[in-house]
């Protein structure tokens, strides 16, 4: 019981940092740009304690540094930015959508050659978002919202491709978080920027807890799983921001997210449980 405890506890951290986000910045108790500044200053002090506490030194100046630095601050200013407009669930799902799509087209552009059952899922996942950032005069999608958002995806699933390669990945992670940091304030630090009480204590829970600890508990426990199973547990991410983000923010649940939802996250299911090679006729 103790590896899926750990599991769905790590899926929830990373579900709470959407709505955290939301309901901070959604709020009005901060600015976008002070929560991510606030998140990344959080998430590097519990790093560097962690790393402190392994006893393992922070591998600054590393040649992936440069793209795992600012990968992510892309993706932390995206994230925060379309908050401000988006609802905790939606953005999560589009989140989820791009960074899993934008990895498997990645593999295939790299020669991982895809099955039909890996190119019918993909489709399906990518209709499904485009069902959600289409603009229309039913569409409840803000575009620059829906635009920030994909921006954060794709800087996420850099910063994942970018640290495949990285014998440990806690240190590597405080490591960018520290490089991101000065990224951040040179792009998003501006005169208008205020935070309350509210919103700090939110932004520090953000990069203390959900990121910094959520992230270290996630590489305590990815290595136990299998690999199809790691990719298919993630699925449950957004679907666990859209029930928190009804339950504690009172965000509507429209019967276009729940179409949405079911094709994005069915269509990478099928895909990412696909056998590796196809038998003839699959």
Known sequence: MKLPLLTALTMVAFAANSVLNRAAVGSGSIDPASFALIRVISGVVILCVVLAVRGTPLPLLRRARVPGALSLAVYMAGFSLSYVVLDAGLGALILFGVVQITMFG??????????????AGAGTAFAGLMLVL???????????????????G???AIYTISGRSEPDPLPATAANFVLCL???????????????????????????VTSGLGYA?????????????????????PIIAIIAGAVLLGEPISALMVVAAALVLGGIAWAVTAPRHAKPGT
């Not at 593999?107 to 190119?119: D, E, F, K, L, V």
């Not at 289409?134 to 954060?152: F, H, R």
């Not at 000065?182 to 203390?208: C, T």
């Not at 136990?224 to 990719?231: E, G, S, V, Y």
Request: aromatic share 10%; glycine share 10%.
């Open 217 to 237: 508990l996630w590489y305590a426990v990815l290595p136990r799983l299998a690999q199809a199973t790691a990719a298919v547990v993630q699925l449950s991410v």
């Open 134 to 152: 289409w603009p229309g005069p039913g569409s409840q999608t803000d575009p620059l919202g829906a635009l920030l958002m994909v921006a954060a």
């Open 154 to 156: 794709l800087g996420w």
């Open 182 to 208: 000065p990224v951040l304030a040179v792009f998003l630090v501006n005169p208008d920027m205020f935070a309350r009480p509210f919103g700090i204590a939110l932004a520090v829970v953000s990069g203390a």
């Open 106 to 119: 990645w593999g295939a552009a790299r020669g991982s050659a895809p099955t039909r059952r890996q190119m």
